[in-house]
């Protein structure tokens, strides 16, 4: 099982700030199988990049993702207040699918 | 924009079993991989399993092998989890959610992320 890490757990910031998240995994992985998601209270996960660096649809361009191989980071380039919420990174390409235990992302 | 439709919250006695539904608007159904994954009161995401719309192969964490079944009707466009023997440890949101499948040297996987979710729906396992 990949056993995906992730820092902080929680990450004070103001809007208009920049914020990097991290997630580093216990075995390589392709970036075709690494995504973020966005999740709210009260709400579903939402898909925010996939395949490491890839924005999914709707999503604003402050957001990107890097990385290959262990170490993926999101960075959000000038936060917004719709921007607080819990990330979670995850892997798609070996079973069973893991996710990291998030980092909350929250208004300093 | 597909949408994923999870039948409604339900409460169960420890020992019972549950079946949760997530229906698809989308023709194209069979295209994609069908997932399964829970979220207990205020913690995180845990994958449950998969099924492959297509052919019906499924993939489960080894956590929950002895005891979730998961299913498909296209006829329906519907998937189905069945999560027998529940304990107050299950008390959680079911989220389906839907992938792209990747193929390649002769295995085909998850990939592209989960980028269609349901609503979820919360089982509450009481005594």
């Known amino acids: 099982e990949i056993l995906l890490t992730q820092s902080p757990g929680t990450l004070s910031l103001s809007p208009g700030e920049r914020a990097t998240l991290s997630c580093r995994a216990s075995?390589?992985?392709?970036?075709?199988?690494l995504a973020w998601y966005q999740q709210k209270p009260g709400q579903a996960p939402r898909l925010v990049i996939f395949s490491a660096s890839s924005r999914a649809s709707g999503i604003a361009d402050r957001f990107s993702g890097s990385g290959s191989g262990t170490d993926f980071t999101l960075s959000i380039s000038r936060l917004e207040p719709e921007d607080f919420a819990v990330y979670y990174c995850?892997?798609?390409?070996?079973?069973?699918?893991?996710f990291g235990q998030g980092t909350r992302l929250e208004i300093k | 924009q597909m949408q994923l439709v999870q039948s409604g919250a339900e409460m169960k006695q420890p020992g019972a079993s549950v079946k949760v539904s997530c229906k698809a608007s989308t023709y194209l159904f069979t295209t994609y991989n069908f997932h399964w994954v829970r979220q207990a009161p205020g913690q995180g995401l845990e994958w449950i399993g998969l099924?492959?719309?297509?052919?019906?192969?499924?993939r489960r964490a080894q956590k929950f092998q002895r005891r979730v079944t998961l299913t498909r009707d296209t006829s329906r466009a519907t998937v189905y989890m069945d999560l027998s023997s529940l304990g107050s440890e299950d008390t959680a949101v079911y989220y389906c959610a839907k992938s792209q499948r990747y193929c390649g040297g002769g295995s085909c996987y998850s990939a592209f992320g989960m980028d269609v979710w349901g609503q979820g729906t919360a089982v509450t396992v009481y005594s």
């Open positions: 099924v492959n719309a297509y052919t019906g192969e499924t």
């Open positions: 995850q892997q798609l390409g070996s079973s069973p699918i893991t």
């Open positions: 075995q390589s992985i392709h970036n075709r199988y």
